[in-house]
C-alpha cells in the first residue's frame, strides 16, 4: 500500500471545497432569466379537488403562470411509475394506482401537489400560492395500516381493491409447517419497524431550462442517479428523448435513498420551463421534505421460530404489512419484498422459511428505499427474535447465536440469497472481546447498586449490497439492470479522469476512486479526478445506492484500468523494444523486468495521442470504458454490541459503550469507512430511541419538523469503538462488500434489545423515548 | 417570510416611539422565536423594533439581595456570569441548558418571558424566586406576569427592561429536555427564600402554562429532602400530553426532577 494507494486513511479530497461553503449545489445554480416555482399543496390527507381559482393570482405581482394538476394531464406527461414489479401469490400482478406529478381530481396524502406557481422570485411565488383558491371535498382517511386494511376503510384507489398493492410469499410454507410440528420450542414476537423520515441535509431541488433552439431540456438535480432519472423521464413521463435532455446532479448533500426517485417537482420544472419559456426554479424547504421526500421502513410483523431440544432453529415464519404510503414510489415495491424477505436467514442455518408480505395503501407520504431498505427491518426482527428466544429458552444470547451461525461457504439459504463468504464467529468475539462481554454481570450488579439499570444487546447483522447480477434482478421484476459503467481517460500529459455512472452524495467518491487509481498506476491522486453526475459527460450509470458504489462502481474502473493497462503496456513494450509479457507496472512506471529500463506513465500516454510511433495497427489515444455486471450481491456482516444504562426515574438511556466489528471486505480507505459506519450508526441508534414520523388518525405528520422530529445530535450518541475482520469477496477484485448501510441496518436492534434486557421487559417498540421506556418499567 | 420594516432603536424610549408607529409592530429581541415564525409565514408584522443592541437593556446587576438582568441580556452572557453564579447558581445553570449554543448566543430572558412559551426554562425561574419584571410602564410581580399559554400582562407596546432577582437562600433546576426540540418536557425549580418560604415551579408540564406545585412545596416545608418527595404523587390532571410524553409521564417527571432539583439546591 502507497501513502494513497488501497488502505491508506486519504483525507477526503472533497472536503476543502465543502466544509469552505465552495460546494456547488442545485440551488446555487443561476440561470439568466429564472423563475421560480413554489407548490400549492394539500392540506387535506384524502379528498377530493372540486376546483382551483387562480384568478386573483394570476394579478399578482410577479406572476407568470399558475398550473394545474388538469394541464399536466392534458399535455401527456406521463403517470410517475414504480420500477419493480411483483407478482402477488396468486399469480396477480401487483395493483396500483395512477400518480400523476400534481392531482387533477384527488390528493390522497398532504403535502401533495395541486398546482404550481411560477414567479419572477420565490416571495412573489409564495404570495401568489395564497391567493389561488383550492376547493377541497374532504374524504375519510386510512393513515396507518391497521386501519386501511380494516373492511369498510376508506378507499385509496379504485385499482387496488381494500388498499392491498400485493399479498406477496417467499420461501417454502409447507417445509415451515413440518419444522414447527417438530418444534421444541417455539418464540412468537410482534414488532413494529417505525416509520423514518430521510431528512437529508440538503432538501430536494431542481433548475429545468428548455432551449428553443434546440428543443432540449436540462435539468439541474438533487439526485442519487441522474442517468436513471434522464431513461425515467425519457422513457416514462415523456419529456424528451433522451437526447434532448441532459440531467446533471452535482453536488448533493445527503440522500439516504430519498434521492434516487424522480419526484413530481422534477418533472413539473421540466414541463413548466417549456410552458412559460423560461428556465425554472425550485428549492424545497424542511417543511416540504418532511412531507414529500420519500420515507422509510413502516412494517408490522410478526414472527415465530421453531427450535429443537437442543436450541438449533428448526424453521422461521414471518408476516409482515408493509405501509406504501399513498402512491407507489419507484423502488418501493421491492424493499418489502426482495430487499427484505430475502435477508431473514440472517447469519443464521435456518432449514425452512417462510415470509408472507401484504403491501398497503395509506393516506401518508409515499414510503421508499431508505438507508438499508428492507435490510433493517429483516435484521431487526431476526435479532430480536434471537435475543427474545435465548430469554425464554434461558440461553445465553451470544451462545445461542453462535450455535446456530452459518459456518460453511458458499451457503444457499431457503429465501434466494446465496452467501458467498463471512466469519460470523470471528465478528462476534472481536466484539464482545471489546465490550468485555464476559465482565458484564458484575457491571450491572455495581450499576444496580447506584440505581442504574444496565443492560447489554447483541445484534448480528448480515445484508447484501450491490444488487446484482441484472440477469437476477430482471427475473424477479426489476425494470433496470444493475450493472455499473467507467471510463478512465488518460490525457497526453498523463493526468488522469475518471468517468463514473456512481454519484457520490457525501461518500467520499472523490478519494477512494482516486486511491484505486494510484494503487493501480502509481499516480498521485492530485492527477486523477472523478467525473460523476452528468449525463452529458458519463455514458450512462445506475447511481448510488445499496451500498453498490464500490463493489460495483469501482470494479467497473477496475475493468476499464485493466483495458488501459494492456493498452499502455504495449506502447511501452514498443518503445523500449521489449516483449509486452515483460513489462510491468511499478510505481507510475512502465518497466522491462530484470532491466533498468523503463517509462514512465505521462511519456506513454503522449506516444498514445502523438501517435508519431505507435506499434502497427493501433488506434491513437488511452482511454477505455467498461461495463460491469456483477455475479452476485455482495454479503457484508458484523456483530454490534451496545451497552446502556437506564435512568428507572425518568426512563432515559445513556450509552455505555457500544462496539461494532464489521467484515466489509477489503478496504480502500479506512477513515471513511469508519465515517460511514458513524453516520449508519448514527441512523441505525436514531431509529431505535429517537427517530419516529406520527401521523394522527386524519393524516396530518405530527412530527413535521424538527421541533417534534427527534434527529439524532451529536451528545445522543455514545463514542463508537469500531474494529474489522475481514474475508475477501471472492465475486469482485477488489474484494470489496460495501459499507454505506451496514451501521443502519445493525444497530437497532441492539440497542433494543439492550434496554430491554436493562430493564426486564421484552415489549418495547420503537423508537425507545424516554416516556415508553419508563412505562415499560412500570406499567 | 412576508414584507416587513425594520428599526433598530437606540434607546427604550426610542422603541417604544417607534412601536407606536406601525400598524402592527413586533418588538425583536434575540429573534430566536419571532423569527422562525416570521420565516414560516405565521406572524406578519408591519415593523419590526429590534431592541438586542440598546445599551440600558444589557448587562447584569448585583447589588445586596437583589441579581437584576437587564431584558435583553443573552441566555450566553446569564449562563457565563460569574456574578449570577455566586449569587443564584441555579439560574445560571437555567440559562446554559436553554436551547443550543445559537439560541443562547442571541435569545433573550426579555424575549423569553414576553413569549411565556409553556416549556420554556425562564419562566420557572422568575415564579419560583419571586422575581419583579420591570417594564416601561410598571413593575410586574411574577405571579401577575404569566397568563397561561403564550400570554402574560404585558400591555401592546409595553416593553420588558428588567427581570429583578431575589437572592434566594437555596435554589435549584432540574430540567428534562424534550428529546426533539430540547425545550423543557417537564422542569423543576426549587427555591427557599432567606424568610423561609419554599416556592416550587414546574414548567412544561401544565396546560396552562408554568405552575407552582404545591404538593411539594409542603413537602419541602416540612423537610427540605429529597426524600422528603417520596411519598407525594403528582396527579396527572391538567397536564400535557403529546408524542413525547403521556400526562402521567409527566406527572412522575414533575415529582422526579423536584427531587433532582432539591439534591441540586443542597
Ligand atoms: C432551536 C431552539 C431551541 C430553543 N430551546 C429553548 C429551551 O430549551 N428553553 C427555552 O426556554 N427556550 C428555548 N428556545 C427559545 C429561546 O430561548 C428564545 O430565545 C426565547 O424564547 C425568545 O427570546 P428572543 O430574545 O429570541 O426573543 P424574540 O424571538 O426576539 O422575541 C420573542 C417575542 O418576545 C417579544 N419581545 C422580545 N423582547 C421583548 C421585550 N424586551 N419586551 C417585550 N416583548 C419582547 C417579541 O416581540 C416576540 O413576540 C429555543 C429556541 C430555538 C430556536
Known amino acids: 500500500m502507497g501513502v494513497e494507494g488501497i488502505g491508506a486513511r486519504v483525507v477526503r479530497k472533497e472536503d476543502r471545497r465543502f466544509i469552505t461553503g465552495q460546494g456547488r449545489y442545485v440551488d446555487d445554480v443561476k440561470m439568466v432569466g429564472m423563475s421560480y416555482a413554489h407548490f400549492i399543496r394539500s392540506p387535506h390527507a384524502h379528498a377530493k379537488v372540486k376546483g382551483i381559482n387562480s384568478a386573483e393570482a394570476m394579478k399578482m405581482p410577479g406572476v407568470i403562470a399558475v398550473l394545474t394538476g388538469q394541464q399536466i394531464v392534458d399535455d401527456k406527461v406521463g403517470n410517475l411509475i414504480c420500477g419493480w414489479a411483483i407478482t402477488s401469490k396468486d399469480g396477480s400482478p401487483m395493483k396500483m394506482g395512477a400518480w400523476p406529478a400534481m392531482a387533477p381530481e384527488t390528493v390522497r396524502f398532504v403535502g401533495q401537489a395541486v398546482a404550481v406557481v411560477i414567479a419572477e422570485t420565490k416571495n412573489q411565488a409564495k404570495d401568489a400560492a395564497e391567493a389561488v383558491v383550492v376547493d377541497y371535498e374532504e374524504l375519510p382517511a386510512a393513515a396507518d395500516i391497521k386501519t386501511a386494511i380494516k373492511p369498510g376503510a376508506p378507499q385509496l384507489h379504485p385499482e387496488a381493491p381494500g388498499n392491498i398493492v400485493y399479498d406477496w410469499h417467499l420461501g417454502d410454507e409447507a417445509a415451515v409447517k413440518d419444522a414447527f410440528s417438530k418444534a421444541a420450542n417455539v418464540v412468537t414476537l410482534e414488532l413494529t419497524n417505525n416509520r423514518l423520515v430521510p431528512n437529508a441535509m440538503e432538501p430536494r431541488a431542481a433548475v429545468a431550462h428548455y432551449d428553443q433552439a434546440e428543443e432540449h431540456y436540462t435539468l439541474y438535480t438533487t439526485s442519487q442517479n441522474p442517468h436513471v432519472a434522464r431513461l425515467v423521464l425519457s422513457a416514462f413521463y415523456n419529456i424528451a428523448p433522451e437526447h434532448k435532455l441532459r440531467v446533471i446532479a452535482p453536488d448533493v448533500g445527503g440522500g439516504f435513498?430519498?434521492?434516487?426517485?424522480?419526484?413530481?417537482?422534477?418533472?413539473?420544472?421540466?414541463?413548466?420551463?417549456?410552458?412559460?419559456?423560461?428556465?425554472?426554479?425550485?428549492?424545497?424547504?424542511?417543511?416540504?421534505?418532511?412531507?414529500?421526500?420519500?420515507?422509510?421502513?413502516?412494517?408490522?410483523?410478526?414472527?415465530?421460530?421453531?427450535?429443537?431440544?437442543?436450541?438449533?432453529?428448526?424453521?422461521?415464519?414471518?408476516?409482515?404489512?408493509?405501509?406504501?404510503?399513498?402512491?407507489?414510489?419507484?423502488?418501493?415495491?421491492?424493499?418489502?419484498?426482495?430487499?427484505?424477505?430475502?435477508?431473514?436467514?440472517?447469519?443464521?442455518?435456518?432449514?425452512?422459511?417462510?415470509?408472507?408480505?401484504?403491501?398497503?395503501?395509506?393516506?401518508?407520504?409515499?414510503?421508499?428505499?431508505?438507508?438499508?431498505?428492507?435490510?433493517?427491518?429483516?435484521?431487526?426482527?431476526?435479532?430480536?427474535?434471537?435475543?427474545?428466544?435465548?430469554?425464554?429458552?434461558?440461553?445465553?444470547?451470544?451462545?445461542?447465536?453462535?450455535?446456530?451461525?452459518?459456518?460453511?461457504?458458499?451457503?444457499?439459504?431457503?429465501?434466494?440469497?446465496?452467501?458467498?463468504?463471512?466469519?460470523?464467529?470471528?465478528?462476534?468475539?472481536?466484539?464482545?472481546?471489546?465490550?468485555?462481554?464476559?465482565?458484564?454481570?458484575?457491571?450491572?450488579?455495581?450499576?444496580?447498586?447506584?440505581?442504574?439499570?444496565?443492560?447489554?444487546?447483541?445484534?448480528?447483522?448480515?445484508?447484501?449490497?450491490?444488487?446484482?447480477?441484472?440477469?437476477?434482478?430482471?427475473?424477479?421484476?426489476?425494470?433496470?439492470?444493475?450493472?455499473?459503467?467507467?471510463?478512465?481517460?488518460?490525457?497526453?500529459?498523463?493526468?488522469?479522469?475518471?468517468?463514473?455512472?456512481?454519484?457520490?452524495?457525501?461518500?467520499?467518491?472523490?478519494?477512494?476512486?482516486?486511491?484505486?487509481?494510484?494503487?493501480?498506476?502509481?499516480?498521485?491522486?492530485?492527477?486523477?479526478?472523478?467525473?460523476?453526475?452528468?449525463?452529458?459527460?458519463?455514458?450512462?450509470?445506475?447511481?448510488?445506492?445499496?451500498?453498490?458504489?464500490?463493489?460495483?462502481?469501482?470494479?467497473?474502473?477496475?475493468?476499464?484500468?485493466?483495458?488501459?493497462?494492456?493498452?499502455?503496456?504495449?506502447?511501452?513494450?514498443?518503445?523500449?523494444?521489449?516483449?509486452?509479457?515483460?513489462?510491468?507496472?511499478?510505481?507510475?512506471?512502465?518497466?522491462?523486468?530484470?532491466?533498468?529500463?523503463?517509462?514512465?506513465?505521462?511519456?506513454?500516454?503522449?506516444?498514445?495521442?502523438?501517435?508519431?510511433?505507435?506499434?502497427?495497427?493501433?488506434?491513437?489515444?488511452?482511454?477505455?470504458?467498461?461495463?460491469?455486471?456483477?455475479?452476485?450481491?455482495?454479503?457484508?456482516?458484523?456483530?454490534?454490541?451496545?451497552?446502556?444504562?437506564?435512568?428507572?426515574?425518568?426512563?432515559?438511556?445513556?450509552?455505555?459503550?457500544?462496539?461494532?466489528?464489521?467484515?466489509?471486505?477489503?478496504?480502500?480507505?479506512?477513515?471513511?469507512?469508519?465515517?460511514?459506519?458513524?453516520?449508519?450508526?448514527?441512523?441505525?441508534?436514531?431509529?431505535?430511541?429517537?427517530?419516529?414520523?406520527?401521523?394522527?388518525?386524519?393524516?396530518?405528520?405530527?412530527?413535521?419538523?424538527?421541533?417534534?422530529?427527534?434527529?439524532?445530535?451529536?451528545?445522543?450518541?455514545?463514542?463508537?469503538?469500531?474494529?474489522?475482520?475481514?474475508?475477501?469477496?471472492?465475486?469482485?477484485?477488489?474484494?470489496?462488500?460495501?459499507?454505506?448501510?451496514?451501521?443502519?441496518?445493525?444497530?437497532?436492534?441492539a440497542v433494543i434489545n439492550a434496554i430491554t434486557d436493562a430493564i426486564g421487559n421484552n415489549k418495547l417498540e420503537m423508537p425507545a423515548t424516554p416516556d415508553r421506556v419508563w412505562h415499560a418499567i412500570h406499567g | 417570510m412576508y414584507e416587513t420594516n425594520y428599526h433598530r432603536a437606540s434607546s427604550i424610549d426610542d422603541a417604544v416611539a417607534q412601536f407606536a408607529k406601525g400598524t402592527d409592530s413586533k418588538f425583536l429581541s434575540g429573534g430566536q422565536t419571532l423569527l422562525p415564525v416570521m420565516k414560516q409565514r405565521l406572524a406578519a408584522p408591519s415593523d419590526v423594533i429590534d431592541v438586542a443592541k440598546i445599551k440600558d437593556m444589557i448587562g447584569i446587576d448585583v447589588s445586596g439581595d437583589t441579581v437584576t438582568i437587564k431584558a435583553a441580556t443573552t441566555h450566553y452572557d446569564v449562563a457565563q456570569s460569574d456574578a449570577v453564579q455566586k449569587a443564584i447558581p441555579a439560574l445560571a445553570n437555567l440559562a446554559s441548558m436553554i436551547g443550543d449554543p445559537a439560541v443562547r448566543h442571541r435569545g433573550t430572558i426579555g424575549g423569553s418571558l414576553a413569549n411565556n412559551d409553556p416549556a420554556a426554562d425562564y419562566p420557572a425561574a422568575v415564579l419560583a424566586l419571586g422575581a419583579v419584571v420591570k417594564t416601561n410602564k410598571r413593575s410586574i410581580a411574577a405571579e401577575d406576569f404569566f397568563k397561561g399559554l403564550f400570554s402574560t400582562a404585558l400591555e401592546d407596546g409595553e416593553i420588558i427592561t428588567q427581570v429583578s432577582f431575589p437572592v434566594p437562600a437555596k435554589a435549584g433546576y432540574a430540567k428534562f429536555p424534550n428529546p426533539a426540540s430540547r425545550f423543557a418536557l417537564t422542569g423543576v425549580f426549587v427555591a427557599k427564600t432567606k424568610s423561609g418560604d419554599v416556592r416550587v415551579v414546574a414548567t412544561g408540564a401544565s396546560q396552562s402554562g408554568v405552575m407552582r406545585v404545591a404538593p411539594i412545596e409542603q413537602a419541602l416545608k416540612a423537610n427540605w429532602a429529597a426524600s422528603a418527595l417520596d411519598a407525594v404523587t403528582i396527579p396527572a390532571s391538567g397536564l400535557l400530553a403529546d408524542i413525547h410524553g403521556s400526562a402521567d409521564y409527566r406527572a412522575n417527571l414533575v415529582k422526579v426532577m423536584g427531587q433532582r432539583a432539591v439534591t441540586a439546591a443542597g
Open chain 1, 257 to 749: 435513498g430519498s434521492k434516487i426517485y424522480i419526484y413530481p417537482e422534477e418533472m413539473v420544472a421540466l414541463w413548466a420551463s417549456k410552458k412559460v419559456g423560461r428556465p425554472v426554479k425550485w428549492t424545497g424547504d424542511r417543511s416540504e421534505a418532511f412531507l414529500t421526500d420519500a420515507h422509510g421502513r413502516d412494517h408490522v410483523s410478526k414472527a415465530e421460530m421453531a427450535f429443537d431440544k437442543d436450541n438449533k432453529i428448526l424453521g422461521l415464519r414471518v408476516k409482515t404489512h408493509a405501509n406504501f404510503g399513498a402512491y407507489m414510489s419507484l423502488f418501493s415495491s421491492a424493499v418489502p419484498t426482495y430487499l427484505y424477505a430475502t435477508l431473514l436467514s440472517g447469519q443464521y442455518v435456518i432449514p425452512a422459511i417462510y415470509a408472507e408480505v401484504i403491501g398497503v395503501y395509506t393516506n401518508t407520504t409515499p414510503v421508499d428505499a431508505y438507508r438499508g431498505a428492507g435490510r433493517p427491518e429483516a435484521s431487526y426482527l431476526i435479532e430480536r427474535m434471537m435475543e427474545t428466544a435465548a430469554r425464554q429458552l434461558k440461553v445465553d444470547p451470544a451462545e445461542l447465536r453462535k450455535k446456530n451461525f452459518i459456518t460453511a461457504f458458499p451457503y444457499q439459504t431457503p429465501v434466494i440469497m446465496a452467501y458467498d463468504i463471512g466469519d460470523f464467529h470471528a465478528s462476534i468475539d472481536a466484539a464482545m472481546k471489546a465490550i468485555d462481554y464476559a465482565g458484564f454481570p458484575a457491571r450491572k450488579a455495581k450499576a444496580k447498586a447506584d440505581g442504574k439499570l444496565r443492560g447489554i444487546g447483541v445484534s448480528c447483522y448480515i445484508e447484501a449490497c450491490g444488487i446484482a447480477p441484472s440477469k437476477a434482478v430482471g427475473s424477479l421484476g426489476a425494470g433496470v439492470g444493475l450493472w455499473e459503467s467507467a471510463e478512465i481517460r488518460v490525457n497526453p500529459v498523463g493526468t488522469i479522469e475518471v468517468l463514473t455512472g456512481s454519484h457520490s452524495h457525501g461518500q467520499g467518491h472523490e478519494t477512494t476512486f482516486c486511491q484505486i487509481i494510484a494503487e493501480r498506476l502509481g499516480v498521485p491522486i492530485s492527477q486523477v479526478s472523478i467525473v460523476h453526475g452528468d449525463t452529458d459527460k458519463v455514458q450512462f450509470g445506475m447511481g448510488t445506492y445499496g451500498s453498490r458504489s464500490l463493489a460495483v462502481g469501482g470494479t467497473a474502473i477496475v475493468k476499464a484500468m485493466e483495458k488501459v493497462e494492456a493498452k499502455a503496456k504495449k506502447i511501452a513494450a514498443h518503445a523500449l523494444e521489449a516483449s509486452e509479457s515483460d513489462i510491468v507496472i511499478e510505481n507510475g512506471e512502465f518497466k522491462v523486468t530484470g532491466t533498468d529500463k523503463s517509462i514512465a506513465l505521462p511519456m506513454v500516454a503522449l506516444a498514445a495521442y502523438t501517435a508519431h510511433n505507435l506499434p502497427d495497427g493501433m488506434e491513437p489515444g488511452l482511454k477505455e470504458t467498461a461495463f460491469y455486471d456483477p455475479t452476485n450481491f455482495t454479503f457484508p456482516a458484523g456483530a454490534y454490541i451496545c451497552e446502556l444504562e437506564v435512568d428507572p426515574g425518568t426512563g432515559k438511556t445513556s450509552f455505555v459503550n457500544f462496539v461494532a466489528a464489521d467484515d466489509f471486505g477489503r478496504l480502500i480507505n479506512p477513515m471513511i469507512v469508519e465515517g460511514q459506519v458513524h453516520g449508519g450508526l448514527a441512523q441505525g441508534i436514531g431509529q431505535a430511541l429517537l427517530e419516529g414520523a406520527v401521523y394522527d388518525n386524519t393524516g396530518q405528520l405530527v412530527t413535521a419538523s424538527f421541533m417534534d422530529y427527534t434527529m439524532p445530535r451529536a451528545d445522543d450518541l455514545p463514542s463508537f469503538q469500531l474494529s474489522h475482520t475481514t474475508t475477501l469477496c471472492p465475486g469482485n477484485p477488489l474484494g470489496v462488500k460495501g459499507c454505506g448501510e451496514a451501521g443502519a441496518i445493525g444497530a437497532s436492534a
